[in-house]
């Protein structure tokens, strides 16, 4: 809840250790070095994975697995695991397993951070790397049905697919978990009302409770990473964030594009530019999380709730002052590498004034919330105590963002991992210590208002900034080719937590594997943790205050 | 109480018939004309007050472009829906699956037969004055969950069958401090006959400035009102108690297999339950038709009163979160019941004393 000045680094309390004291370590186990641009890397055998990283949690305080991307070489696959500690995020090693190229096995890392269970998956899926000592390495965005792994090297593309509805149990058929109990299984989705987008929650119900929750992924699944890796960094890259998180987060998401992009080659952004990106990417943050507010009063009021078109009002505010910025309303496009595409609009006086009353009438409209929703004993009742979930499990699962910090972990990488204009201006991190559903709400409710500071202070700056120096772009060559063999993964505060992108070059102008870490991938899978035990209406509200969206789950 | 002329007998006398056919055909009339009152309110509350009402509590404009004020929308909504295909799923159990649509509207009209609904003109709109009135109302009503359970197990849907467990826990929890509550009443008024509980509500309780407050029962005891109000709330299934259909939960409950003209008649029958529950309501709390002005325009009164019920159930409905199944039962069977037991007999002692 306090934001560090920036000049007292977080890293008094965590002692930083340099690379080759990572190594003394790791001892035996590293076998080569591979840096990337952001964190120095170890190669180690396939057959080492959880010693390595267990050492790595436990003697060197790496407690937040970001990410695990999954590629294939020429020569080899490889698994890499981006680590990082949610104390310092700036803190960061990879650990690079490689793989037989004929017979690509891993050792699974799941048994020593919990989230690397989808992350696997999701490469054994894509990649066709087999994960040993995996509890469920079965696909996870394709059909069970798929032949071959589509981001793999061999993979026939003009083959077609034809993803049959398997024999699925009959979905009214009787359901025991075992010989004595009298369950019932349920498909919550993939149409339904409260499930926010496409996804299925195979449900097992002992009467109203949930004994077991599994969320079935992958019905959006659009080959974002795929579709990135065909594109040009410079220009073609850009427009697919949009489509990532597409409740408002926008600029937020091409925000970790850029800034990937950005360090990879090398391009510095005027700091003009920096406010600008500033501002709009946290009037996208008001707007998601309105959104979010929404929603969730959906799923625990009802769908007739006044509060559902009182946040979409709001939000259509902020939705009026982007389109007045970026010309567009959802899928912005509004980013280019070192810097925006365009000024502020003219005339500008016009926007500034805009933007103030919306930032005046905005404590107002929070009031009302806080009088229409938090205050009110049912929705107390509702959720409070519901939905647990403890710091130390979300710190397993990886989860970030609003989720992490109701869960009472003081983690923003806006603060810790500092980009754009943030270490300049007078924010709040906020952290709530509830670990339940309201809490997660409350966070959310009280970033808005830090948002508006931020925005507040953004427009200030931008309203003196002299005009001979307004550079909305920095010089960048009309084609980009960074450097072979260079690797970089870099993330961004996005709306629902951390988003972060691995861009491997291989000297085109074209990546050589774009992987995308989706905060909402993460956060998803904490909510077999929250739900079980609780009752069908908790799972909801667990679901809703995880504020996922399945674009972004998907990819 | 036989004094007042009730409904039928006005019509067979109004038509110079006697005996057995001026009972039928009186009997028949009278149910008419009081069933297309009803069925006309919920004509205009479904497809166009609900949407007016609740548009103008979350700042929107909602149907202006069908006729006048978009009144024109009742008779489109009710041709659109009626000519969507009725969609029966494989494996549901007909005929209760048939059956549990028509029950639901059925048996909240039904109670609107012993409702004394004022007097119009010459015309005192109430069908039968039975000397158990009361019980008759709520028992009439309480057939309503039985159809719940029906559509429930018939539609061969986990969620529905979800939706008509809750519907038999919920009411089964709120029916017996319903009838406790009413009960209360009963023993103020000394009798369970419906016009006789209107009748007892028409004395002077206090004057204030020259302006008389009646014995409305919501006046003489205001927490047995807020009891019973919040027990009819669940009782018909609204927010904050709509947990039988929860959307967002277990996607319309006992309805969701049903569509087309079922779908319409579950919605017609809820929609006659919200009245019946504002009529029960106006009858024992709120004085039944009285109001200012002659007792000929008692009728209008009574309207007045079960449209406030009406305007009061979505208010609630857009301001209120849900509460969780298990709290339902619980704030049921640990709170109301108890506290309607204490104002049972905190009543009992009360009236005994003081008559």
């Given at each position: ?85 949610f ?47 995996h ?10 049905t ?20 398997p024999?699925h ?36 119900l ?50 970790a ?29 008001i ?7 929404a929603?969730f ?29 970026t ?41 009302e ?40 972990v ?27 559903n ?16 931020i925005?507040?202070?953004c ?18 060559p ?9 690797e ?5 505060e ?14 085109t102008?074209?990546p ?44 | ?74 008779p ?14 494989e ?27 004022g ?104 927490f ?13 299934g ?62 209008l ?52 004393v003081?008559?």
């Amino acid at each position: 809840m306090s934001l560090e000045a920036p000049d007292t680094p977080e890293t008094d309390d965590v002692p930083e250790r340099t690379p080759d004291e990572l190594e003394a370590l790791l001892g035996d186990l590293v076998v080569d070095r591979d840096d990337h641009l952001n964190a120095p890397g170890f190669v180690i055998r396939p057959d080492t994975v959880q010693e390595t990283l267990s050492r790595l949690k436990s003697a060197a305080g790496y407690d937040h697995l970001s990410l695990v991307t999954a590629q294939e070489y020429e020569n080899r696959y490889e698994s890499i695991y981006h680590l990082k500690k949610f104390d310092d995020p700036t803190q960061e090693v990879s650990v690079v397993v490689p793989a037989d190229k004929d017979r690509p096995v891993s050792e699974s890392g799941e048994a020593v951070f919990r989230t690397a269970d989808w992350h696997e998956r999701e490469a054994y899926d894509l990649i066709g790397i087999e994960y040993d000592d995996h509890p469920d390495l079965r696909r996870i965005l394709l059909p069970e049905t798929w032949q071959g792994h589509p981001l793999s090297m061999d993979y026939d593309r003009d083959r077609p697919q034809i993803a049959t509805l398997p024999a699925h149990a009959n979905p009214l058929e009787e359901h025991h978990l075992d010989a004595e109990s009298d369950t019932m299984f349920l498909n919550i989705g993939p149409h339904h009302p409260a499930t926010h987008g496409v996804l299925h929650l195979k449900t097992i119900l002992d009467g109203e409770q949930v004994i077991d929750v599994e969320p079935d992924i992958g019905y959006l699944h659009r080959c974002e990473e795929q579709m990135a890796q065909s594109g040009t960094y410079r220009h073609q890259i850009m427009p697919y964030p949009d489509r990532w998180d597409w409740g408002g987060g926008g600029l937020l998401n091409e925000w970790a594009y850029a800034r990937a992009a950005e360090d990879l080659a090398d391009i510095e952004v005027p700091e003009y530019a920096q406010v600008i990106r500033t501002m709009g990417a946290e009037m996208c943050r008001i707007a998601a999380h309105m959104l979010a507010l929404a929603t969730f009063a959906l799923d625990v009021n009802g769908d007739f709730t006044a509060t559902f078109m009182y946040a979409i009002n709001d939000r259509e505010r902020v939705q009026n002052l982007l389109e007045d910025l970026t010309g567009q309303r959802l899928m912005f496009n509004y980013f280019r590498l070192g810097g925006v595409v365009w000024d502020l609009p003219e005339p500008r006086e016009e926007f500034f004034s805009k933007t103030r009353d919306f930032l005046d009438q905005l404590p107002g409209s929070v009031e009302e919330y806080h009088d229409l929703v938090t205050a009110n004993e049912i929705f107390q009742m509702r959720t409070i105590d519901t939905g647990i979930l403890p710091p130390e499990v979300a710190k397993e699962y990886g989860a970030t963002g609003p989720v992490v910090r109701g869960s009472g972990v003081d983690y923003d990488l806006r603060r810790d991992d500092p980009y754009g204009y943030y270490d300049e201006l007078d924010w709040d991190v906020v952290t709530e210590d509830g670990c339940d559903n309201y809490s997660r709400l409350l966070v959310r409710m009280r970033e808005v208002e830090e948002s508006a500071k931020i925005i507040e202070q953004c427009v200030d700056l931008l309203e003196d900034w002299p005009e001979d120096e307004r550079t909305i772009q920095a010089n960048v060559p009309r084609t980009l080719r960074p450097d072979d063999d260079t690797e970089i993964y870099r993330a961004v505060e996005a709306a629902k937590g951390e988003l972060g992108i691995y861009i491997r070059a291989d000297g085109t102008d074209k990546p050589a594997r774009f992987k995308i870490r989706s905060p909402c991938f993460s956060n998803l899978q904490t909510l077999p943790e929250m739900a079980n035990g609780e009752y069908i209406p908790d799972v909801i509200a667990a679901l809703g205050s995880l504020d996922i969206v399945l674009g972004e789950v998907d990819r | 109480m036989g004094t007042v002329q009730l409904f039928p007998q006005f019509v067979s006398e109004t038509l110079g018939l006697s005996g057995v056919l001026g009972d039928v055909v009186g009997s028949l009339v009278a149910a008419a004309v009081v069933g297309n009152i009803v069925l006309a309110f919920t004509g205009v509350a479904g497809p166009w007050a609900k949407r007016k009402i609740t548009a103008a509590f979350t700042d929107r404009i909602a149907v202006n472009r069908v006729g006048p004020f978009g009144l024109l929308i009742i008779p489109a909504s009710a041709v659109q829906l009626l000519a969507k295909e009725l969609i029966v799923p494989e494996g549901v159990d007909r005929p209760t699956w048939d059956l549990a649509p028509i029950v639901l509207p059925a048996s909240a009209l039904l109670g609107f037969a012993v409702i004394p609904m004022g007097r119009l003109g010459p015309v005192n709109l109430q069908i039968a004055d039975p000397e158990v009135g009361l019980a008759l109302v709520f028992a009439f009503a309480s057939i309503a969950s039985v159809s719940l359970v029906m559509a429930g197990y018939a539609s061969n849907n986990k969620y529905s069958m979800l939706g008509g467990l809750r519907a038999v826990a919920q009411n089964l929890a709120y029916e017996i401090p319903l009838i406790v509550t009413a009960m209360s009443v009963v023993i103020f008024a000394g009798t369970l006959q419906t016009s006789g509980i209107a009748a007892a509500q028409a004395d002077v309780l206090f004057s204030v400035g020259g302006f008389d407050v009646p014995t409305w029962y919501a006046f003489v005891n205001p927490f047995a009102f807020v009891l019973f109000l919040t027990a009819n709330m669940a009782e018909i299934g609204r927010n904050p108690f709509d947990i039988p259909e929860a959307p967002t939960e277990i996607v319309a409950g006992y309805q969701t297999e049903y569509s087309s003209a079922y779908f319409v008649l579950f919605y017609l029958g809820e929609f006659v339950h919200i009245f019946l529950g504002g009529a029960i309501l106006a009858l024992t709390f709120l004085g039944g038709a009285a109001g200012p002005g002659p007792e000929s325009i008692g009728f209008l009164w009574f309207v007045v009163k079960i449209w406030g019920f009406f305007l009061f159930t979505q208010w609630a409905r857009s301001a209120l979160p849900r509460v969780r199944i298990d709290q339902l039962i619980e704030i049921g069977w640990k709170g109301m019941l108890v506290l309607s037991f204490a104002n049972l007999v905190l009543t009992a002692v009360i009236v005994g004393v003081i008559a």
